[in-house]
Nanobody, 115 residues
Framework: QVQLVESGGGLVQAGGSLRLSCAAS????????MNWYRQAPGKQREWVAS???????NYADSVKARFTISRGNAKSTLYLEINSLKPEDTAVYYC?????????WGQGTQVTVSS
């Protein structure tokens, strides 16, 4: 059974930083591209960042240079370092992977940025 469990969200002031984590189980973590998505209130879920099995990264233009995705294969954990937070970064952040023709999602972690 695949499980993705996010943590690390919270309430921060604009300009602050957070580090989100996603603990994965039930999959061969090191063999999967991993992704972060987010969903702001009243908006569709949007892709934020990806990291391949080789460690290559890609980012949405809106977060490039402020967000850093990384992975710890030994701990089967995905990370998202968020810096220079803006109020528009307020959203629920989700961990995601695609495995065996299925999409797997975590339950999400709330990030709220006050101005």
């Amino acid at each position: 059974q695949v499980q993705l469990v996010e943590s690390g969200g919270g309430l921060v002031q604009a300009g602050g930083s957070l580090r989100l984590s996603c603990a994965a189980s039930g999959i061969a973590f090191s063999m999967h591209t991993m992704n972060w998505y987010r969903q702001a209130p009243g908006k569709q879920r949007e892709w934020v960042a990806s990291i391949t099995t080789e460690g290559n990264t890609n980012y949405a233009d809106s977060v490039k240079a402020r967000f850093t995705i990384s992975r710890g294969n030994a701990k089967s954990t995905l990370y998202l370092e968020i810096n220079s937070l803006k109020p528009e970064d307020t959203a629920v952040y989700y961990c995601h992977c695609f495995s065996g023709q299925y999409d797997y999602w975590g339950q999400g972690t709330q990030v709220t940025v006050s101005s």
